[in-house]
């Protein structure tokens, strides 16, 4: 059957040259249609070439080439011309390249005034079905890209706009080819493009890892052992929340579905009813992050990407603080809250504003930080001003410092650490820009990703990489005082919990590994750990596992 194209219309009228779907660049100019092209290089001025270049559709721009000076030849060159555009967008559109190779041999006629058009199409079918054939070509127009990587044939002949991948882990450090759902599952008919390319990919959809980073590990005794513990008067099919009350043996804190909270035993297998989260004080409906004083005395409810936080008094519901923080892209932040302790004194660091944290007493409610607004008058950028989205809080084991896991435009996610210490005994702006403030790494769309504090001095950030298409499972250590990476090592997936002296990575769909934080070497997997919290006193986690009950998890090594 013939394939006419006389419009932009149908199912290929992508190959008009008035097409939006194969912009290219040629040299510094971007090029939005191949008829922009062709037009342009009519002209006589550069002027007007410019000025059709930036035409908003090919309509336009051939009704201002009307009425601009021609060069005399241009006829004679017009064919070429259209052979080299033509040429130059389908090498840079693989979609669009997709669908010219699927046609198979069909002819391919167009009408004036792109008569060669039809031709020129089949001569460049020829051409890019070659490559498209060739495993040891690279697909992309950069033939002579400096790295490159591996896809699948049908991912790169995908006429989809989001095409649907899975990374596949190949086994050499943190490499990866890219690979669709039927590849997958059977042998990929791999191909090359350049590392640019390959990252523009990135961009659809990702559906999954198969495999994981290349990582080291050792034959260990390490492992964990597992205990149903099935207290009276709480099931873990109605807990929305757990935490462990972190200086007290044993106990956990939840909150179930009807807002009220249970102080669990899991050691005792004893339960007893708390109060209650007062009506209307935080949507229980919505996520919840529930954070827990390190004696038990008070907990703090907080709607993970909502404006509400409660403190309150878990045995009898009396609210000691209500929080409120700005509306500003507050459902991309996690609540940024934490309670800590500096000289036996209970403090809570928490957000009011985007760009703002406060430290308050959280019995008294009284206001610790006291500082100015900090906020613009006109143009002039007040001093300390932070332009910073405060997200997810990680304080650290003592309570002296704390990890803040939020974002700056563009977004990019900055990892930092400063000193609450400092802080709360001197300096009003340490938030914001005091000495201790260390961005620790930086990642573009990506943040609130796991951290975990190994000691008083170094974090563990999961994920490496510079962006979140990218990220592979990886630890990254940090020393929080110099801002310094230490070391990193790859494999580690999921979220962080340090077992000392261990690292645990747990995922939801795989399970735990563990991890030597000094070598990076792999010391155990169980594939049935994923843990809802974990108590540092305790040392074990615990999983609600509904039907059965509350899982507790604990290392043996040996
Ligand atoms: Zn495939
Ligand atoms: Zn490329």
Not at 480 to 495: C, H, I, K, Q
Request: proline share 5%.
């Amino acid at each position: 059957m013939t394939i006419t194209v006389t419009s932009c219309e149908g199912p290929h009228g992508c190959f008009h040259p008035a097409s939006q779907c194969h912009s290219f660049r040629e040299g510094d100019h971007y090029w939005s249609t191949v008829a922009h092209y062709c037009i342009a290089q009519r002209l006589a001025a550069a002027e007007d070439r410019e000025r059709v270049r930036m035409a908003r559709d090919a309509d336009h721009a051939a009704e201002l080439a009307a009425t601009m000076i021609e060069v005399p030849d241009w006829r004679e060159r017009a064919e070429a011309t259209l052979r080299h555009a033509v040429l130059r967008a389908f090498e840079a559109n693989l979609g669009v390249r997709a669908i010219l190779v699927a046609t198979g041999d069909e002819l391919i006629e167009s009408a004036p005034p792109w008569e060669s058009l039809g031709p020129i199409l089949m001569e460049v079918r020829t051409l890019v079905r070659q490559r498209a054939n060739d495993p040891d070509a690279i697909q992309c127009e950069h033939q002579t890209a400096d790295s490159v990587r591996f896809a699948c044939s049908h991912l790169l002949a995908s006429r989809e706009t989001v095409r649907h991948y899975h990374r596949r882990f190949t086994g050499h450090a943190a490499d990866f080819e890219m690979v669709c759902a039927a590849c997958a599952v059977d042998r990929a008919e791999l191909r090359k493009v350049c590392g640019d390319c390959f990252s523009w990919l990135l961009n659809g959809h990702r559906d999954g890892d198969l495999g994981a980073p290349a990582h080291r590990a050792r034959t260990t005794d390490v492992r964990y052992e597992h205990v149903i513990v099935r207290p009276s008067g709480v099931e873990p099919e109605g807990i929305i929340a757990v935490a462990a009350v972190p200086k007290v043996f044993g106990v956990w804190l939840m909150l179930d579905g009807a807002g009220r909270l249970h102080r669990v035993d899991l050691d005792r297998g004893t339960a007893e009813a708390g109060g209650v989260v007062p009506e209307g004080s935080v949507d229980l409906g919505a996520p919840l992050d529930l954070h827990v004083a390190s004696d038990g005395r008070l907990a703090a409810v907080a709607e993970r990407y909502g404006r509400r936080a409660i403190v309150l008094e878990p045995a009898s519901g009396r609210v000691t603080l209500s929080l409120l923080r700005d509306d500003y892209h507050e459902e991309r932040c996690r609540f940024p809250l934490g309670f800590f302790e500096l000289d036996g004194r209970l403090l809570l660091v928490h957000a009011v504003a985007w760009n703002r944290l406060e430290v308050s007493d959280p019995i008294s409610g009284s206001l610790l930080s006291k500082r100015d607004a900090l906020v613009y008058s006109g143009d002039a950028r007040p001093e300390h001003y932070l332009d910073y989205f405060h997200a997810g809080l990680v304080i650290s084991p003592s309570g002296e410092r704390v990890i803040d896991n939020g974002w700056v435009w563009h977004p990019f996610g900055v990892v930092r650490a400063f000193s609450l210490r400092r802080w709360v005994d001197g300096n009003p702006y340490e938030s914001e820009d005091g000495p201790s403030v260390k961005d620790l790494c930086a990642r573009s769309y990506y943040w609130d990703g796991p951290v975990c504090w190994l000691n008083e001095r170094t974090v563990a950030v999961w994920g490496a990489g510079e962006d979140d298409l990218e990220l592979t499972p990886a630890a990254r250590i940090f020393d929080v005082e110099t801002g310094e990476e230490l070391r990193s090592f790859d494999g580690p997936a999921g979220d962080f919990t340090f077992d000392a002296p261990y690292l645990v990575a747990h995922d939801r769909q795989t399970g735990s590994t563990v991890w030597d934080v000094m070598t990076g070497e792999r010391v155990a997997a169980d594939a049935s750990l994923r843990p809802d919290a974990y108590h540092p006193h305790s040392r074990c986690f615990v999983t609600l596992v509904h039907g059965e009950g509350f899982r507790v998890s604990r290392r043996v090594d040996a």
